[in-house]
């Protein structure tokens, strides 16, 4: 008589186990990564003030129209203006004022012309 042995060991193996814990370690190393493309800022408080004697201030207006200084400038001049206000200067600074209701681009491209001019930005905010 042969009778079957009821505890046979089966030689095929579950992979659900790894890919839930390659799946965890992916979104872990994704959520904690940061981003390399960031521009470096200085963001005032509310109550400090800038120790920096010569600032230029670039303002954005909701009719899109640029200011350096209080004076109108086009879009494709602010970057030559800047060179010329700032280029001698240890530690040049810009001012960035915007309006509530200017589209984040437009911010953003003043302070790439200063990140690749090597001048920081100070971005005006109104005090609570």
Known sequence: MKFKGRNKVSPE????????IVFLLLVFFMLTSNAPNAL??????????STNT??????IKKNLSYYVNGKKIKKSGIEN?????????E?????????????IERVVGVMDIA????????L???PK
């Open 13 to 20: 193996f579950s992979m659900s186990s790894m890919t839930d």
């Open 40 to 49: 470096d800022m200085i963001l005032p408080t509310a109550k400090g003030k």
């Open 54 to 59: 010569k600032n230029v201030s670039v303002s």
């Open 81 to 89: 203006k800047l060179k010329e206000l700032l280029g001698r200067n």
């Open 91 to 103: 530690n040049p600074t810009i001012l960035l004022r915007a309006e509530e209701s200017v589209p």
């Open 115 to 122: 990140n690749r001019n090597r001048f920081k930005v100070i």
């Open 124 to 126: 005006a905010v109104k």
